[in-house]
């Protein structure tokens, strides 16, 4: 009957707090055939309970073990073949023998040590790479919670605009940061006209592996959100999300008039350019609009002198044939 109290006041222990590496992977008969023999120095007696708080310091609450344990996906067995080493030799030792608590501490610091020292030299994961999707081979083993976190982002990645000109080709690459499984699903969805995540917005386009959307050649009609989610058989893994914005081939030509008729008023006659592009010169077709105008008001001129000098030698003859009749006029008389 004692024994029995004894036995589950130690599982109560246990199990109480949180697991932690030891806790995980070293079941609670082998723990209480451990802890049977722990003797404390200074009164000489037998202490079960005080054996457990010092499994709790070495491994559960140290650090040190924890990091160690955060291993990639599948790597968890190992840990447990690790560790396994190091406490059940100990166990088959000290099974129903007595020793004092000192020898526990050396012993049980010694594997805790040899667990850190081989458990780090597993492959770590590459880590998870924000902001969205459900990235398995992100996710890192726990050994507080016995489980591998996943990397806890959303499914819904942000909306990246996309401005293309009307009879313009337009492509979506639906592509993430970190390694996708072999077996995906690529659906494509579309939005008209409105910016939007809701799933009930969309109609679905297409269906296939073909992580790339083109779009020859755009018109009004194709502006909107577009959405591609990838699944791994029904596990949905990413939505990532497109809003295409179409400018009409009038109006983007129009812009580009005033713009060029904005440049033309800089000081200089020179043409903004853009970063990276060469720069161009707007003299020569200045120095053409001069030439133009420059000739145009000399024939003008031109032209004027010349209907000025005809209207003074019109009028010089005129005045000459008076004189003649007058005279003629006078001889009759």
């Known amino acids: ?28 008969e082998e723990s209480l055939r451990l802890c049977w023999g722990h003797v404390l120095t200074n009164t000489n007696v037998r202490n079960m309970d005080e054996c457990f708080r010092k499994l709790d310091r070495i491994f559960n609450t140290n650090q040190t073990v924890i990091e160690a344990g955060r291993v990639g996906e599948g790597f968890d067995i190992k840990l447990k073949e690790i560790l396994e080493a190091e406490i059940l030799p100990i166990v088959e030792e000290f099974d129903q023998n007595l020793n004092m608590d000192t020898v526990y501490e050396r012993r049980l610091q010694t594997a805790a040590d040899n667990f850190i020292a081989a458990a780090s030299k597993l492959p770590r994961v590459s880590g998870c790479f924000p902001p969205c999707g459900f990235q398995n081979a992100g996710a890192v083993y726990n050994c507080i919670t016995c489980q591998y976190d996943s990397c ?71 502006q909107g959100t577009y959405q591609c989610e990838i699944y791994s058989g029904s596990r949905s893994i990413v939505r990532i999300y497109f809003y295409i914005t ?78 003649d009749d007058d005279h003629f006029e006078f001889e009759m008389s």
């Open 246 to 323: 179409v400018t009409p081939q009038l109006v983007a030509g129009h812009t580009e008039l005033q713009e060029i008729f904005d440049l033309s008023l800089l000081p200089g006659g020179q043409l903004l350019t853009a970063p990276g592009a060469a720069p161009r010169s707007f003299l020569p077709l200045l120095l053409v609009l001069l030439t133009t105008c420059l000739t145009t008001s000399l024939l003008l001129l031109f032209l004027t002198l010349g209907v000025l000098y005809w209207s003074s030698s019109e009028e010089d003859h005129n005045e000459g044939d008076a004189d």
């Open 1 to 28: 009957m004692c024994r029995a109290i004894v036995w589950l006041a130690s599982v109560c222990l246990l199990i109480c707090p949180s697991l932690s590496c030891y806790d995980c992977f070293i079941d609670v």
């Open 152 to 222: 806890e982002f959303p499914l819904d990645c942000p909306v990246e605009e996309i401005e293309v000109m009307e009879n313009h080709k337009a492509q979506m690459w639906c592509d993430v940061a970190f390694d996708l499984p072999s077996d995906i699903e690529v659906i494509w969805r579309f939005a008209e006209e409105i910016k939007t995540q809701e799933m009930d917005q969309f109609i679905e386009v297409t269906a296939g592996v073909d992580r790339l959307y083109s779009i020859p050649s755009t018109s009004l009609q194709h």
